[in-house]
C-alpha cells in the first residue's frame, strides 16, 4: 500500500483511492464490473465501487475484485433476512409516500417513537393505522405536513424534485472526508494480513444501516467491535441482526454514567458516531471535544445531511429529498425508489474504508484522524453519474450462512468485501444488549 499524491484520478474508484490518500498495488485491475441492480441511475458501480474501496483499503497487497453478485445480495440483505424461517416485516404501515393536498411527502416511522411523533403532529390517535394517516395527510399542504411533523420530532419530508446545483455543489466535497484533528504518537497495526484490524477497537454508537454496515466490515476485519445503546430505545430486532454481525451488544446511558463511557474511549481506537451532529454535541461528543480528551483516536461520524445541523434522517428520506425517488418513478406520477438502500450502503462500506485508511494513517504518522460522509453526499455522487433505462438482470442464487443467535435461527447474506486471506463468512451477531459494557 503506497500513498499518492494525485487527489483526482479517473474514474469513481480512482477518485476514492485518491481522496484516501491509498493506492494498493495493483488497483488498475479493480475495473466496475456490472453488478444486478438495475435503475436508471448508476446503483450498480456506485455500489461495486464502494465495496472495492472497502477492499483496497484492506488489503496488506494487491486487492482482489468483489463479486458482483454479493454486492447486490447485501444491498438487498433485508430481502433474504429469515428469522426461524420467516421472512421480518421491515417497513412500518405507517412509513412511506403519501399524497398531500398539493404532492406528496415520505415519511419513516419504523421505531415507536418516530410513530408516535408522527401521530401527535396529525393530532391523530395513539392507535392510529395506515387509513388515518393517509386520510390526514390528504387535507394536508406537503410542506406544512413535513415542517409540523419535524417540529414534533417525527421524520417526514416532501418529495422533491433534483437540484442539479446543489448537487454540483456537494460534488466539490470529498466523498470521503479524512483530515488529521490532533497530534498524538503513532500506534501500531497487526501484521497478521488475513485480519487486517485484529486487536482494534472499535466503540460503535450508529444505528439503522450505513453505520452498523461500516463497524460489521470492521469486525469482518478482525477489530473488537462494542456496540453501545440507550436503555430506553430498543433497536428494531431485525435491523440489528441483519447488520449486527461480530460485534458485541452493550446498554449504556451515557450522559448518566460518563464515567465508565470515558473509560471506554480511553482503551479504544476508534469512535464511530451516528447521532445527529446536534445530539453529539449535547453528550459531549463532538468530535473536537473528544479528539482533545482522547487524541489517539480515529474518529468517524456519519449523518443524513452534511453540516453541523443535519436533521434527522434515513435513506428513504433523503432520497425523496433530493429527487431520487421521481428519477425512480415509474410513470411520473407516483414517486419511486432505488432497487436497494444503497445511500445507507455504500456511506458504510464508504466509512469503513475512511476508518482503515485513518488507522494506517495514524499507525505511519501518528496523530488522531477524523473521518466523515453523509447519505446527501453519497446521494449528489450518485446523481451525478450516467443514467440509462434500467435492464432486468437476473439474480444470481444468493448464498446465505445461518446462525443460532439466543435460540432462534437466523439467516443472513455472507460478506461482499474481500482482500486476500478475507473470511467467507461473518461471524454470528449477539442478541441485543447482551453483553457489559466494556472490553
Known amino acids: 500500500m503506497t500513498h499518492t499524491s ?91 409516500f403519501w399524497r398531500t393536498s398539493d404532492g406528496w411527502v415520505r415519511t419513516h416511522a419504523n421505531y415507536p417513537h418516530h410513530a408516535t411523533a408522527l401521530r401527535a403532529a396529525l393530532g391523530l390517535s395513539p392507535d392510529a393505522g395506515p387509513d388515518e394517516l393517509a386520510s390526514a395527510l390528504g387535507s394536508t399542504a406537503a410542506g406544512g405536513a413535513a415542517a409540523a411533523i419535524t417540529a414534533a420530532g417525527g421524520i417526514c419530508v416532501d418529495v422533491r424534485p433534483e437540484d442539479p446545483e446543489t448537487d454540483a455543489a456537494l460534488r466539490r466535497l470529498p466523498l470521503i472526508s479524512l483530515a488529521r484533528s490532533v497530534e498524538s504518537s503513532r500506534r501500531t497495526l497487526p501484521t497478521d494480513a488475513a485480519l487486517p484490524l485484529m486487536g482494534v477497537r472499535v466503540l460503535d454508537l450508529t444505528r439503522v444501516l450505513a453505520g452498523p454496515v461500516a463497524t460489521r466490515t470492521l469486525a469482518l476485519a478482525g477489530a473488537d467491535v462494542l456496540r453501545i445503546d440507550p436503555p430506553d430505545r430498543p433497536e428494531i430486532a431485525q435491523q440489528h441482526l441483519d447488520t449486527g454481525h461480530g460485534k458485541r451488544s452493550a446498554l449504556l446511558d451515557i450522559a448518566a454514567d460518563r464515567a465508565r463511557f470515558e473509560v471506554l474511549l480511553a482503551d479504544a481506537d476508534v469512535l464511530v458516531l451516528g447521532y445527529r451532529p ?62 436497494a438502500q444503497a445511500l445507507d450502503h455504500s456511506a458504510g462500506y464508504l466509512l469503513a474504508s475512511g476508518i482503515t485508511a485513518a488507522l494506517r494513517r495514524r499507525a505511519e504518522e ?41 435460540g432462534a435461527e437466523v439467516t443472513t447474506v455472507v460478506p461482499a468485501v474481500t482482500w486476500p486471506g478475507a473470511p467467507e463468512l461473518f461471524a454470528a451477531p449477539r442478541p441485543w444488549g447482551a453483553d457489559a459494557p466494556e472490553w
Do not use: K, N
Open 6 to 96: 494525485d487527489p483526482r484520478d479517473s474514474g469513481l474508484l480512482a477518485r476514492l483511492l485518491g481522496e484516501l490518500g491509498l493506492r494498493p498495488d495493483g488497483s488498475e485491475a479493480l475495473a466496475p464490473r456490472d453488478v444486478p441492480l438495475p435503475s436508471r441511475l448508476d446503483v450498480g458501480e456506485l455500489a461495486w465501487c464502494s465495496v472495492a474501496v472497502a477492499g483496497a483499503a484492506l488489503a496488506s497487497d494487491r486487492p482482489i475484485s468483489p463479486t458482483p453478485d454479493r454486492i447486490a445480495a447485501a444491498y438487498r440483505s433485508d430481502r433474504y433476512l429469515r428469522i426461524d424461517g420467516h421472512a421480518p416485516e421491515v417497513w412500518s404501515p405507517l412509513s412511506g
Open 366 to 406: 501518528g496523530g488522531g484522524w477524523y473521518v466523515r460522509t453523509s447519505l446527501r453526499r453519497v446521494a449528489a455522487e450518485l446523481l451525478g453519474m450516467p443514467r440509462a433505462e434500467p435492464v432486468p438482470m437476473p439474480e444470481a442464487p444468493v448464498r446465505t450462512q445461518r446462525f443460532d443467535v439466543a
Open 278 to 339: 446536534s445530539g453529539t454535541h449535547r453528550l459531549g461528543l463532538d468530535p473536537a471535544q473528544v479528539a482533545a480528551r482522547h487524541p489517539h483516536l480515529v474518529i468517524a461520524q456519519l449523518s443524513a445531511w452534511p453540516g453541523a445541523d443535519s436533521p434527522r434522517g434515513f435513506d428513504s428520506i433523503v432520497q425523496a429529498d433530493c429527487g431520487i425517488s421521481w428519477i425512480e418513478s415509474a410513470d411520473g406520477v407516483t414517486p419511486g425508489a432505488l432497487p
